[in-house]
């Protein structure tokens, strides 16, 4: 039986709670159809891991591939007088490709295509994996347009001296552009770790049961939508509130070392 | 004195940038333990010029041997020399985000491989030789534009450069830090260090310089030692210059 009728919770509350109005009993008979009855707040519990393991694996992707392809376009357009190397051009064109193509198309018409028509993913593995590889393909075109940005807001005298010391190009990027460029794109970062954070609920589409499949899955079995949903919003608005405090405190610490 | 060593020699340099011709033909060479003073009006090509000479511009003709190895050659590895080549840049270009010692350290460790230690031994001798012993533990914010200049110079001096090439170092300077700069240089010279200085400091470039180049319009148009090209112009473009800067 996965389903309990008011009657019936009725019974066995204790006496205190016959004397309150109705609607805070029928909403405290939701709450415990939603959270407690059969344990369902295990389900929620489940779902937050599965929403933060995509989240996070899909920023790490993004973060990587975002950099490999902002610093492919910043060094082709480093050549100003000369042609860039033609391997150079070919991984450019690519990455413009790319670019066009993940900004251009909705990310749940990508879900679509990657869950049905490119990865099929079977087990439950395998779903994680079919979500974090697509949210994090689409993810590093967002990412690779703001680590272009913060990589081009360094001056040119900074590689120009590094090079100058006999540092190789890509000695160069790691231990002087990226480290300062890293500093200047953090809040953007931040900002796009939310809105993919945000962006996992729809993951539900492939049948990946995170937090927001979850909290349909109990609808299914109540009938009652309200206290599921606005309980979900209510959970996403708490963790999104939680980085955008995290993050300030870092800016904080990373502006203190400016001076 | 015994026979001096060819340096640098550069050959039929040329520099475009799109049409624009800025370097037109350029032939010199410069010895071990010179101080080639580079003077010109503004745009006559004094930057570009030092900066082909480490190929942070790429030349579009001639050749540029440093030390006898042609660098404009495409097979040669240019990282390899331009830890022979110092660069002091006008904005100073120090990394903010590292200390002192970090900058000075970054390029001996990461490139030269020398031990963390000696690498940070090195640096702060070095800061001592330009007064800045007690910054090492400084972020580049910290300090004033004369200080940064000169950490700038102690850190091009870690790599053991055999020639240091400066583009208008004391001109992002106020003027009460020229000074301290321009002291740090003449010590450089005094210990026969080999420099290419691109300057508007007339008082240096004839007190410190054992050659001046007059740069116009991408060639150099007139060259000789301090005494004749300040005391002895020939040409009318020179006298009209230094009418107006001296
Ligand atoms: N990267 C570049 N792209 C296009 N044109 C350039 C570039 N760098 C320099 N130039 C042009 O080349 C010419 C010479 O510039 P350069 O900086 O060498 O002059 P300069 O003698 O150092 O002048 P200044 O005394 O003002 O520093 C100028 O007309 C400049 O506009
Ligand atoms: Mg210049």
Redesign the pocket.
């Known amino acids: 039986m996965n389903f309990v009728t008011f009657e019936m919770w009725l019974e066995g509350v204790p006496d205190w709670i016959l004397a309150l109005p109705d609607w805070l009993q029928n909403f405290m008979y939701q709450f415990y159809q939603t959270f407690i009855f059969e344990q369902r707040y295990m389900l929620f519990l489940n779902g937050l891991k599965i929403t933060a393991i995509v989240t996070v694996g899909a920023l790490a992707m993004g973060i990587v591939l975002g950099l490999i392809v902002a610093i492919i376009r910043t060094s082709n357009d480093s050549f100003?007088?000369r042609k860039p190397p033609f391997i150079l051009r070919i991984f450019n064109a690519i990455c413009k490709i790319y670019l066009t193509v993940i900004r251009g198309t909705p990310m749940m018409v990508q879900l679509l295509i990657m869950g049905f028509v490119i990865m099929v993913p079977k087990t439950e593995t395998e779903i994680i994996v079919c979500a974090i590889v697509t949210l994090g393909i689409n993810s590093g075109a967002y990412v690779a347009e703001i680590a272009r940005s913060g990589l081009m807001s360094i001056d040119a005298g900074q590689s120009e001296a590094a090079r100058s010391l006999g540092l190789s190009y890509f000695k160069t990027m790691w231990y002087v552009v990226i480290p300062q460029a890293i500093k200047n794109i953090l809040p953007a970062l931040g900002n796009e770790m939310i809105t993919l954070l945000k962006d996992t609920s729809l993951v539900s589409v492939i049948a990946l049961r995170d937090v927001t499949k979850q909290a349909q899955n109990i609808v299914s079995k109540t009938y009652q939508a309200y206290v599921p949903y606005i309980s979900l919003a209510a959970i996403y608005l708490a963790i999104v509130m939680l980085l955008t405090w995290l993050l300030s405190l870092l800016e904080r610490r990373l502006r203190k070392s400016d001076r | 004195m015994t026979d001096k060593q060819v340096l640098i020699k550069v050959e039929g340099l040329q520099?475009d940038?799109?049409e624009?011709k800025?370097?037109q033909g350029i032939d010199i060479e410069i010895d071990q333990g010179d101080v080639v003073v580079v003077i010109?009006?503004?745009?006559?090509?004094?930057?570009?010029?030092?900066?082909t000479l480490n190929l942070l511009?790429v030349p579009t003709g001639g050749r540029i041997f440093f030390e006898g190895v042609d660098i404009t050659d495409k097979t040669v590895d240019i990282n390899l020399h331009r830890r022979k080549m110092g660069m002091v840049f006008?904005q100073f270009n120090l990394f903010p985000h590292m200390t002192v010692l970090g900058n000075m350290t970054l390029s001996p460790i990461k490139v030269l491989k020398m031990p963390k230690a000696e690498a940070e031994k090195k640096a702060l001798s070095l800061l001592a030789r330009v007064g800045l012993a007690d910054r090492a533990e400084s972020y580049p914010g910290q300090l004033s534009g004369g200080q940064k200049q000169r950490v700038a110079i102690a850190r091009a001096l870690c790599m053991d450069p055999d020639v240091l090439l400066f583009?208008?170092p004391t001109?992002a300077l106020d003027p009460e830090m020229v000074g301290e700069v321009l002291d740090v240089m003449k010590q450089l010279a005094a210990n026969h260090t080999t420099m290419v200085v691109?300057t508007?400091e007339m008082g240096f470039a004839r007190e410190v310089g054992n050659r001046v180049l007059f740069?116009d319009e991408?060639k150099i148009a007139e060259e000789g030692a301090p005494t004749d090209i300040f005391g002895n112009p020939q040409s009318d473009r020179l006298k009209e210059f230094l009418s107006k800067v001296l």
């Open positions: 100003v007088s | 520099k940038f799109g624009k800025v370097l010109g009006p503004s745009g006559s090509g004094k930057s570009t010029f030092l900066r511009e006008q583009d208008e001109s691109v508007h740069m991408g």
